[in-house]
T-cell receptor, first 114, second 115 residues
């Protein structure tokens, strides 16, 4: 069974640009969550999608958005990039709600903003 | 508000030593879950254990063991006879039932096991 895949693995952008990151959950999983990991702030929850609906949202500005498609694949978008957006962005999938269902993480997309 | 504190930023041990990673949490919920994850250099978080707030039994899995104490709001993780492959960042995380799949993570502890 394939794990959670994230594309691209590495990305370099400049300030002001926008970026789209993709996450393909494990087959059959309907819940996808996104986290941002930085050395200063650690791992912070961005948002969660279930059956194409945002179910939960963390404390991030509106420049961060996401969506989920009918096949459960999810994308997150960051507009008007800032230097502080440089981070490892992790995606996690589960069958349904945690903690009844185990959550599996992908390898992440490392975004560098210059 | 929920909070998880891992006071040990970095720990360095020699192979075969035992090591304990500390985790202290804060929550007002009576029903919650605690997790430990391992993050190797490859980046993905690897699930190690999940424990609910009503189950204070300690657990052992091979060289790993966990000590959950509600009285001190702690969920500590011990690796016995550490190995070089145990080198990674370890995260403790807290989940409450009403928060969907959202986890609140601690700052992480970088464990280095030297040969």
């Amino acid at each position: 069974k394939a794990g959670v895949t994230q594309t691209p693995r590495y990305l370099i952008k400049t300030r002001g640009q926008q970026v789209t990151l993709s996450c393909s959950p494990i087959s059959g999983h309907r819940s996808v969550s996104w986290y941002q990991q930085t050395p200063g702030q650690g791992l912070q929850f961005l948002f969660e999608y279930f059956s194409e609906t945002q179910r939960n949202k963390g404390n991030f500005p509106g420049r961060f958005s996401g969506r989920q498609f009918s096949n459960s694949r999810s994308e997150m978008n960051v507009s008007t990039l800032e230097l502080g957006d440089s981070a490892l962005y992790l995606c996690a999938s589960s069958l349904d709600l945690v903690p009844r269902n185990e959550q599996f993480f992908g390898p992440g997309t490392r975004l560098t903003v210059l | 508000a929920q909070k998880v504190t891992q006071a040990q930023t970095e720990i360095s041990v020699v192979e075969k030593e035992d090591v304990t990673l500390d985790c202290v949490y804060e929550t007002r919920d009576t029903t919650y879950y605690l997790f430990w994850y391992k993050q190797p250099p490859s980046g993905e978080l690897v699930f190690l254990i999940r424990r609910n707030s009503f189950d204070e039994q300690n657990e052992i899995s091979g060289r790993y063991s966990w000590n959950f104490q509600k009285s001190t709001s702690s969920f500590n993780f011990t690796i016995t006879a550490s190995q070089v492959v145990d080198s990674a960042v370890y995260f403790c995380a807290l989940h409450k039932e009403t928060s969907g799949s959202r986890l609140t993570f601690g700052e992480g502890t970088q464990l280095t096991v030297n040969p």
